[in-house]
């Protein structure tokens, strides 16, 4: 199985840069990484994701290694609303259809 | 809102005893995804329909199932439920079956007793 590992707690100021890690040593070449953030009592909200390359959205960037064993969300200013757990989230295509293999999320906290 | 409901919000019923939770896509939407997010094993894949059909199969149980209607809502089924199978069952809807946004509900908290 696929496994991603990513720090179980992270600290930010407001309006500075969080740079989230994850690792995915697993990885495999067809393997879409994934993140998601979930805010406290809500469903996950989509964040970001990409296959190689780095991707950039209007949430945030997500920065993958070249061997691709690990990848970084970067979000650019760090707001109270963005205080949440965030996953790094592997989805590998298979004979079986999709697999979703989920980290264990780190907590953000966002100190006015 | 992401435009994905699911019922109940809360369950509690009794270990050994079934219940159904029901998911109502995003319209438009085709694909619907279930997952099970509990305090030790955190967020895991479930099950995945498309357009009716079961496309992929994650850490389902065999004591769970679930089918998605012509009408494309979902249900999920649990059935001779354990203390363990407490948890938060989250169902996300999505445009086709590839790499796209998946949108979640709020999810439906069971709690077996």
């Known amino acids: 199985d696929a496994k991603t590992t990513q720090p179980n707690s992270m600290e930010s100021n407001e309006e500075e840069p969080v740079h989230l890690p994850c690792n995915h040593s697993?990885?495999?070449?067809?393997?879409?990484i994934h993140w998601y953030r979930q805010l406290p009592s809500q469903g996950p909200e989509y964040v970001i994701h990409g296959l190689t390359s780095n991707v950039n959205n209007r949430m945030a960037s997500l920065a993958i290694a070249e061997d691709r064993k690990s990848s970084t969300l970067i979000l650019h200013r760090a707001t109270l609303r963005d205080a949440a757990v965030y996953y790094c989230?592997?989805?590998?295509?298979?004979?079986?259809?999709?697999?979703?293999?989920f980290g264990t999320g780190t907590s953000l906290t966002v100190i006015p | 809102d992401s435009g994905v409901t699911q019922t109940p919000k809360h369950l509690i019923t009794a270990t050994g005893q079934r219940v159904t939770l029901r998911c109502s896509p995003r319209?438009?939407?085709?694909?619907v995804y279930w997952y099970q997010q509990s305090l030790d094993q955190g967020l895991q894949f479930l099950i995945q329909?498309?357009?009716?059909?079961?496309?992929a199969k994650g850490n389902i149980l065999e004591r769970f199932s679930a089918q998605q209607f012509p009408d494309l809502h979902s249900e999920l089924n649990l059935s001779s439920l354990e203390l363990g199978d407490s948890a938060l069952y989250f169902c996300a809807s999505s445009v086709r079956q590839g790499q796209e946004t998946q949108y979640f509900g709020p999810g439906t908290r069971l709690l077996v007793l």
């Open positions: 989230i592997l989805r590998r295509m298979g004979n079986t259809g999709n697999q979703f293999y």
């Open positions: 329909y498309y357009n009716g059909e079961e496309r």
């Open positions: 697993t990885i495999s070449g067809t393997d879409y």
């Open positions: 319209s438009g939407d085709l694909s």
